[in-house]
């Protein structure tokens, strides 16, 4: 049996909202193995990107208990997550959150270098060149096309090797074939690292080259 490295227990989310007390997620449980790919999906407003927020530490449940890579995420300070993240974490977002005024080279090098890791420069000029990038080494954002951010993103979201990946729609703002191309190097990444990855999904395509699929409807896992 794999090791569960992620798992919640009635986990839920309110918020105030002008109308009331609004609830986003609902006593959710869920358990993901070790080196296993997820999807969240469900309809706009359903709690995929809540529920990612809470899996990651981004955010706090109103209710319910987070466990990731063996520490519980709801008993720690916001310095406690950060630096879990920092260890064991990943991300890959739909809008890529690239640092604008860094080159593509000195984004990948940046968690490295958060982390005190040795030979950033070079690990992270390996990573690119690997993506196809070497000759975008010391471009801006602002001077790549959409799918060199999400793969200047995906690299910087495996220089790390995390343990787990989370990835926000990350072909969402992709033409179709330039989002084919991303997710299947986001797929083949994740298999090289053996990397557990939850991905949050509108396409129900991409949604079944994960291992399983989490729906969710108005908050609640659909059973």
């Known amino acids: 049996m794999q090791d569960i490295v992620l798992r919640t227990e009635a986990l839920s989310k309110k918020v105030s909202s002008p109308e009331g007390s609004l609830t986003i997620l609902d ?38 208990h987070v466990w990731l890579c063996g520490e519980e995420l709801t008993a720690l300070d916001e310095d406690g997550r950060a630096r879990l993240r920092g260890d064991r974490v990943g991300f890959v977002f739909q809008s890529f959150h690239l640092v604008p005024s860094l080159t593509a080279l000195e984004n990948v090098m940046l968690p490295l270098e958060l982390t005190g890791a040795d030979g950033a420069k070079a690990r992270a000029t390996d990573a690119l060149t690997s993506m196809g990038l070497g000759e975008r080494l010391g471009h801006y954002p602002n001077q790549l096309s959409g799918g060199e951010k999400q793969r200047v993103a995906i690299s910087r979201a495996f220089i790390t090797k995390p343990e787990v990946l989370f990835a926000d729609e990350p072909t969402g703002n992709l033409d179709t074939a330039t989002g084919e191309r991303v997710a299947s190097l986001l797929f083949d990444l994740n298999k090289e690292f053996q990397t557990t990855l939850v991905l949050v999904t509108h396409d129900r395509e991409l949604a079944a080259r994960c291992d399983r699929i989490i729906e969710l409807a108005s908050g609640k896992v659909v059973p």
Do not use: C, F, N, Y
């Open 27 to 64: 006593d959710v449980r869920i358990a993901v193995q070790s080196g296993e790919s997820v999807a969240l999906v469900g309809p706009s407003g359903a709690g995929k990107t809540t529920l990612l927020a809470l899996l990651a530490g981004l955010d706090r449940p109103s209710h319910g």
